[in-house]
């Protein structure tokens, strides 16, 4: 209270002047809302991802990790993205994977706040697809994705779910 009478500069009983006991308070309540402001932020964000010039968050770098399908007759496989930039500053992946439908497939990645989204197709016309968000270290994505077979036959329409962690 007496800080308050202090920046008042008057005795807040008095009848002179409410007007500007009304703007002191005001005063008053913003500098403890900014300093409040300040102290809740989070003690994390220096180790959180810094964004690209483009204000995206940088996913470039070794990604892997294991999709298990929804289908109990479909078997796990295991996938490794090298993520990069080209030269027109958008995110493209180079993947391996131990899948039996698919092999090497060149994604273009899509960064949009912490949702990532992969999609590519390899050599025989099979189509892969992942959504996934990132954690807070952006060091995980946690995925589902949807694999869609060529026109051949050799791959149905699979989903699931998995992770991608980076290395």
């Given at each position: 209270m007496n800080l308050l009478r202090c920046l008042l500069g008057r005795n807040m009983t008095s009848k002179v002047g409410p007007f500007h006991n009304l703007v002191?308070?005001?005063?008053?309540?913003?500098?403890?809302?900014?300093?409040?402001?300040?102290?809740?932020?989070?003690?994390?964000?220096?180790s959180a991802q810094a964004p690209t010039a483009a204000g995206q968050i940088d996913v470039t770098g070794t990604w892997?990790?294991?999709?298990?399908p929804k289908h109990a007759n479909v078997a796990p496989f295991s996938m490794t993205v090298v993520i990069s930039q080209d030269?027109?500053?958008?995110?493209?992946?180079?993947?391996?994977?131990?899948?039996?439908?698919?092999?090497?497939?060149?994604?273009?990645?899509?960064?949009?706040?912490?949702?990532?989204e992969l999609a590519g197709s390899d050599e025989e016309g099979h189509n892969i697809t992942?959504?996934?968000?990132?954690?807070?270290?952006?060091?995980?994505l946690k995925s589902t994705y949807i694999l869609n077979g060529s026109a051949t036959g050799n791959c149905e329409t699979d989903g699931g779910s998995g992770n991608l962690v980076k290395r």
């Open positions: 002191g308070i005001f005063l008053l309540f913003t500098l403890i809302s900014a300093g409040s402001l300040y102290a809740s932020s989070p003690a994390d964000a220096k892997s990790g294991t999709f298990f030269a027109g500053g958008n995110f493209i992946g180079d993947s391996s994977l131990d899948s039996n439908c698919l092999k090497a497939v060149q994604l273009k990645v899509t960064v949009s706040g912490a949702k990532v992942l959504h996934g968000t990132l954690d807070k270290t952006g060091t995980q």
